[in-house]
Nanobody, 122 residues
Framework: QVQLVESGGALVQAGGSLSLSCTAS????????MGWYRQAPGKQRELVADINLGGGINYADSVKGRFTISRDNAKNTVYLQMNSLKPEDTAVYYCNARGYATHSTYSVYDTWGQGTQVTVSS
């Protein structure tokens, strides 16, 4: 089982910065990708950014140039640095991790954290 623990959510003013972190623990063979998603009230959960084992990164168009995702493989931790925050960035941010629990190709896992609230005031 893989567990994810997120931290860093807070209330911040527009234009401010915030950093989120998420650490994976438990039993797993690989963490192929880690990422951040967000869900605002009344909206679907959407990808913010993700990063794979080789360092490949995807960003949502709405956060490009403002957010930076990074990963420390030795610590099984993913970070999200959020700058120039806007009120529309307000959401619950969820960490996600995908990989293999064992050597078996049938042991794929797709795990979510409990979410951390980010609120940006105007």
């Amino acid at each position: 089982q893989v567990q994810l623990v997120e931290s860093g959510g807070a209330l911040v003013q527009a234009g401010g910065s915030l950093s989120l972190s998420c650490t994976a623990s438990g039993s797993f063979f690989t963490i192929n990708s880690m990422g951040w998603y967000r869900q605002a009230p009344g909206k679907q959960r959407e990808l913010v950014a993700d990063i794979n084992l080789g360092g490949g990164i995807n960003y949502a168009d709405s956060v490009k140039g403002r957010f930076t995702i990074s990963r420390d493989n030795a610590k099984n931790t993913v970070y999200l640095q959020m700058n120039s925050l806007k009120p529309e960035d307000t959401a619950v941010y969820y960490c996600n991790a995908r990989g293999y629990a064992t050597h078996s190709t049938y042991s794929v896992y797709d795990t979510w954290g409990q979410g951390t609230q980010v609120t940006v005031s105007s």
